[in-house]
């Protein structure tokens, strides 16, 4: 089975978002490990996560199901059971409101010589229950750039009282470029937390 890895080397700062020294796991049993900004990697065919302490070189390993989320950076990676599954993934968290939750991972691609990269975006509610989700892919085709064209709506739609997320998300909203410029709002994930 093919490995994939995203390896997130996140050093920007961002006003929407925990200031970028906040870079920890918090584990199931509630404790917290302080780790390293600059060092993150997902294995999410082990379903592992790898990252370094601040004062050391050496990687280490936790996996899926021994914590809750990551905070690197400006980014928040929770591990999540949807609609009840017994099977735990990761996914990037986008924004959390008081009543849902907006997650997504990218799916590696069968053919491991093809660029194609692809999207799934979950709407969550308080329960981890999908309420609505998108599959997307980078292709140029028309039938990629229509479902493109669904992404602004569908989040807005679900979260419209969140100003911050809203503003981010219409900033790389635009059918220049085959609408391929909205994936940047996946590719450099930032968690935003609306008001709850």
Not at 7 to 28: A, D, G, H, R, Y
Not at 104 to 113: H, R, V
Not at 143 to 151: G, M, N, P, Y
Not at 161 to 171: A, G, K, N, V, Y
């Amino acid at each position: 089975m093919q490995k994939f890895y995203v390896l997130m080397l996140f050093l920007s700062m961002n006003s929407f978002s925990m200031p970028v020294s906040e870079s920890f796991i918090l584990t199931n049993n509630g404790s917290k490990i302080n780790i390293k900004t600059n060092f993150f990697r997902i294995d999410t065919t082990e379903k592992i996560v790898f990252y370094k302490l601040p004062n050391s070189d050496v990687e280490n390993k936790i996996k899926f199901k021994d914590f809750d989320y990551v905070h690197i950076g400006t980014t928040k990676f929770k591990t999540y059971k949807l609609n009840s599954s017994k099977e735990i993934n990761g996914y990037f968290v986008l924004s959390e409101t008081a009543s849902k939750t907006l997650v997504f991972t990218t799916i590696p691609d069968e053919n491991e010589e093809s660029t194609k990269v692809n999207y799934v975006f979950y709407v969550l509610d308080l329960n981890n229950n999908v309420l609505d989700s998108l599959q997307f892919d980078n292709l140029k085709s028309s039938k990629s750039i229509t479902a493109r064209e669904d992404i602004f709506p569908k989040i807005k739609f679900h979260f419209r009282d969140c100003q911050e997320l809203i503003t981010r998300i219409s900033s790389y909203d635009t059918a220049k470029n085959q609408n391929l410029d909205i994936l940047d709002f996946f590719d450099s994930p930032v968690y935003i937390e609306c008001q709850k």
